[in-house]
């Protein structure tokens, strides 16, 4: 088995490509933001932030399976599927537990370890990473069909 035949799956490609794209853009857009370069953010897998690198992983995944084995598929059913929900528990669920977040750590600030408060994405945060997300999986499948 070749261990890097992984890299000949050009879905895999695509959405691993999509995530370095929108975790990669993180770095000048945090400076620009806070004038501060955070090349941390390159290494790890850290929640929140423009665009979501979560989003972008999974549209480009659902995305290279409509285009490589075809949107009329159960296969392509449940990468849009799974994509949704992701997508959703980025824009709704863990937005929703960094505010809740946020209050806590008002409500106690003697604690040694403050909650993380930046673990969701708003709306356009998640909107922008799906346009990643299909534009490199669209690139891909142009590029290496």
């Known amino acids: 088995m070749n261990p890097l035949g992984v890299f000949s799956n050009n879905i895999l490609v695509a959405a691993l ?3 370095w794209i929108s975790q990669s853009a993180k770095v000048p857009l945090t400076y620009f933001k806070s004038r501060r370069w955070d090349w941390s953010l390159l290494f790890r897998i850290s929640p929140g932030g423009m665009p979501s690198a979560h989003s972008a992983m999974v549209a480009a995944a659902a995305h290279a399976v409509g285009l490589y084995i075809g949107y009329n598929t ?3 059913a ?6 949704v929900i992701v997508i959703y528990d980025a824009r709704g669920v863990r937005l929703q537990a960094g505010k ?6 008002l409500m106690t600030p003697e604690r040694d370890e403050p909650l993380q408060e ?20 669209q690139f891909v499948w142009l590029v290496w069909r």
């Open 78 to 83: 449940t990468a849009f599927v799974l994509a």
């Open 118 to 137: 930046v673990i969701g994405h708003t709306p356009k945060e998640a909107f922008v990473g799906v346009l990643v997300g299909i534009a490199t999986a």
């Open 100 to 105: 809740h977040a946020r209050i806590i750590n």
């Open 74 to 76: 159960a296969t392509f």
């Open 17 to 19: 490509s999509a995530w």
